[in-house]
């Protein structure tokens, strides 16, 4: 057999497979092309690839044998089983130091097991977050690898070419160890989710509460475009909203009003209660969604229960809608705020070294959450990487000072209409948390060694005889003594 070719082997030839192959074969890799159904993989050299460098093998024999040392094997399958099933096929044709890539949706905590399963037997893993879809996987996508450290310098190359490119640099960095990179891929998706809930309040505010039509919101959106806002998720609203059905009514205005979610919204939202923190805007975009499923129950709430009367607008218009900016942008700051602190303490947790500035910029292009607003947050990462939270930057810090009275007014307007605006209104209530020296959990422990002797600590320079420093104390409540201990009740 002639030396091997292959720069990176791709197993799964669906559309994102075939893309990314096509991507990387643009960028000057030699690409060999595995499918289970073998027939795909001919198909697939005799038409998409006519002409290509790329290669195609027909067993999982002949993929290793054509691939250069170390071999580099990237999986587009299903996640779950079909990866574990790969891996398992590829093993006995990989040496030491070889990597298995797995490229697909895999949810984190399958990632770091397949890291420490092929580590145990001399190879690397690395689970990588490919965001962007089939047009990005074609032109550059948003690429997270993480998983073992020992595979990036192989890959590095490779990976950074085939990314999307903003100002001459790639959307792709090493993430960190084992489950990370498909770890940071969920939590890109669960911001998603929140920039697309505070879109969605924000064209409902405009709609139905100031009452102009989706002509004139796209024009909004389209001028939004050209300032803080500047993003992806911006640009296509405002083309989806210019967007007419065959009769000129807005094509938008006839879609069902039922989200549906594919899970990795709520798998962040899981994350974060496991991990205790405040991931309030994505945890209230899971929900929305979950609300707006129960249409026919609305519909039948909507007849019987009544909001306020919603009165036409008296205020100035366009300070409302530069108001409506500045409450998206603070709400948005929030998100990534909350987003960036459930990684930390992830990281802290799992003991992982994460990359925040390489994080944002990973994010700036090629994936649906692209802004110019990464931007900013690398550079927030990039003058202090232990950043505490992106509220203690000061660019961030002032933005959300100048955005702070149009975000409460647009919130207290909302409110006064009756239009719910669960992801601004939660952005506002961690941001004030957030801020407040004293806030009344003290009440909270006082009710919970009332009934349950959970006891509690005294503030530093309150302590008297009864309150000693530093101890756990339980306080006689009731002076009756009681029968309720903190074995009978637990909050
Ligand atoms: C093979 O290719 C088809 C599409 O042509 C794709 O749906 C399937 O996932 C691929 N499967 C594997 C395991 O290679
Ligand atoms: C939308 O509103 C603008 C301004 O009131 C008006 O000129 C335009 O005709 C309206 N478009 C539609 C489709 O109703
Ligand atoms: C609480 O105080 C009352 C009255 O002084 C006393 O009788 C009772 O034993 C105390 N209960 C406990 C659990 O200390």
């Known amino acids: 057999m002639s030396a091997p070719v292959g720069d990176i082997g791709l197993i799964g030839l669906a559309v994102m497979g075939q893309n990314l192959i096509l991507n990387m074969n643009d960028k000057g890799f030699t690409v060999v092309a595995y499918n289970r159904t073998t027939s795909?993989?001919?198909?697939?050299?005799?038409?998409?690839?006519?002409?290509?460098k790329v290669q195609g093998a027909h067993s999982i024999q002949e993929l290793?044998?054509?691939?250069?040392?170390?071999?580099?094997?990237?999986?587009?399958v299903k996640a779950g089983p079909a990866v574990d099933s790969f891996i398992q096929q590829l093993e006995p044709y990989l040496e030491a130091g070889d990597i298995v890539i797995d490229g697909g949706n895999s949810h984190y905590p399958d990632s770091i097991r397949r890291t420490q399963e092929l580590e145990a037997k001399g190879l690397l893993f690395v689970g990588s977050g490919v965001s962007g879809g089939e047009e990005g996987a074609r032109h550059?996508?948003?690429?997270?690898p993480g998983g073992s450290n020992a595979a990036w310098p192989a890959i590095k190359e490779i990976f950074q070419k085939t990314a999307a490119q903003v100002n001459g640099e790639p959307c792709c960095d090493w993430v960190g160890e084992t489950g990370s990179g498909h770890y940071v891929k969920m939590v890109h998706n669960g911001i998603e989710y929140g920039d697309m809930q505070l879109i969605a309040e924000a064209y409902d505010i405009l709609k139905r509460g100031l009452g102009i039509n989706e002509s004139e919101i796209a024009d909004i959106f389209t001028t939004w475009n050209k300032g803080v806002l500047d993003s992806f998720l911006i640009e296509i609203t405002a083309n989806i909203l210019k967007f007419n059905d065959d009769d000129g009514v807005p094509l938008v205005t006839k879609i069902l009003d039922k989200a549906g979610q594919k899970g990795t919204g709520k798998w962040t939202a899981i994350a974060a209660l496991d991990a205790g923190t405040a991931v309030t805007l994505i945890g209230e975009a899971v929900f929305a969604r979950c609300l707006s499923a129960i249409k026919d129950e609305r519909v039948r709430a909507s007849k019987v229960i009544n909001g306020p009367q919603r009165d036409a607008f008296r205020g100035d218009k366009q300070q409302f809608i530069d108001d409506l900016e500045q409450a998206l942008y603070a709400s948005k700051i929030i998100s990534y705020t909350q987003g960036f602190m459930l990684m930390r303490e992830t990281a802290k947790e799992l003991n992982w070294n994460l990359n925040y500035a390489?994080?944002?910029?990973?994010?700036r292009g090629g994936c649906i959450i692209k802004s110019v607003f990464l931007g900013d947050i690398t550079s927030a990462y990039e003058k202090n990487k232990d950043l505490e939270s992106l509220l203690f930057d000061d660019f961030f810090n002032k933005a959300v000072h100048k955005a702070q009275p149009g975000w409460r007014r647009v919130i207290a307007q909302a409110c006064l209409w009756g239009i719910p605006t669960p992801?601004?209104?939660?952005?506002?209530?961690?941001?004030d948390g957030y801020r407040s020296e004293v806030v009344p959990a003290n009440l909270l422990q006082a009710q919970r060694d009332y009934f349950g002797a959970h006891t509690f600590r005294v503030?530093?320079?309150?302590?008297?005889?009864?309150l000693p420093k530093g101890a756990d104390i339980h306080i006689n409540w009731t002076g009756r003594g009681g029968n309720v201990s903190a074995s009978s009740y637990s909050a």
């Open 40 to 52: 795909k993989v001919d198909d697939f050299l005799a038409n998409e690839a006519k002409g290509t």
């Open 64 to 76: 290793c044998a054509k691939l250069k040392r170390p071999r580099k094997i990237i999986l587009l």
């Open 140 to 144: 550059g996508p948003s690429l997270m």
């Open 358 to 363: 390489g994080i944002a910029r990973m994010w």
């Open 423 to 431: 992801a601004f209104s939660t952005a506002l209530a961690f941001f």
């Open 459 to 466: 503030v530093p320079g309150k302590e008297n005889s009864r």
